[in-house]
T-cell receptor, first 115, second 109 residues
Framework: NAGVTQTPKFQVLKTGQSMTLQCAQD?????MYWYRQDPGMGLRLIYY???????DKGEVPNGYNVSRLNKREFSLRLESAAPSQTSVYFC??????????????FGPGTRLTVL | AQRVTQPEKLLSVFKGAPVELKCNYS??????LFWYVQYSRQRLQLLLR??SRESIKGFTADLNKGETSFHLKKPFAQEEDSAMYYC???????????FGTGTQLKVEL
């Protein structure tokens, strides 16, 4: 099993450009998440999807949109990139079944630079 | 509002010395806390959770509700413990986590 995969690994954008970060998991997990990691800020939740067909805002959703394409895939879109969106983006998934906490499994990250 | 505070950005210790990574939280409900670790060039992964009350790689963490703390401890640091450590609090539905800002642990020889 590959676990959680993300593409691309690296990306450089110019201000105003758009792009979509892709995430897929092969663990049959219900819940998926997008985080950004910035120095001194830790990981902050951008959006999450508790189950297929649902998405909800996290702590820092402005400037982003998401799509839960199916149970496996959860994409993050930047419609008009800004330098403040320069960050490392992590996707994660968890079983999300009822009753207790399900460990989150993380992807390798996408390093995005916006010039 | 929920919050996780890790006061140290960097903690440097010598091999064999005790380690304590601090974590304090603010949460109105019943807290569930975790430690995640990110080794160099590896993915972020769960280290331990307070409910399990287990020791992983020699690390333990006890939830102290009176002090609202969940400090991570290890009696004798090893070189392979060098990593970024994040404390996290389960908040709301959907298994959402609120992470602290992280502490970089550096174990020197």
């Amino acid at each position: 099993n590959a676990g959680v995969t993300q593409t691309p690994k690296f990306q450089v954008l110019k201000t105003g450009q758009s792009m979509t970060l892709q995430c897929a998991q092969d663990m049959n997990h219900n819940s998926m998440y997008w985080y950004r990691q910035d120095p001194g800020m830790g990981l902050r939740l951008i959006y999450y999807s508790a189950s297929e067909g649902t998405t909800d805002k996290g702590e820092v959703p402005n400037g982003y949109n998401v799509s839960r394409l199916n149970k496996r895939e959860f994409s993050l879109r930047l419609e008009s990139a800004a330098p403040s969106q320069t960050s490392v983006y992590f996707c994660a998934s968890s079983g999300g079944t009822s009753g207790g906490y399900n460990e989150q499994f993380f992807g390798p990250g996408t390093r995005l630079t916006v010039l | 509002a929920q919050r996780v505070t890790q006061p140290e950005k960097l903690l440097s210790v010598f091999k064999g010395a005790p380690v304590e990574l601090k974590c304090n939280y603010s949460y109105s409900g019943s807290p569930e806390l975790f430690w995640y670790v990110q080794y160099s060039r590896q993915r972020l992964q769960l280290l331990l959770r307070h409910i399990s009350r287990e020791s992983i790689k020699g690390f333990t963490a006890d939830l102290n509700k009176g002090e609202t703390s969940f400090h991570l401890k290890k009696p004798f640091a090893q070189e392979e413990d060098s990593a970024m450590y994040y404390c996290a609090l389960l908040t709301g539905g959907g298994n959402k986590l609120t992470f602290g800002t992280g502490t970089q642990l550096k174990v020197e020889l």
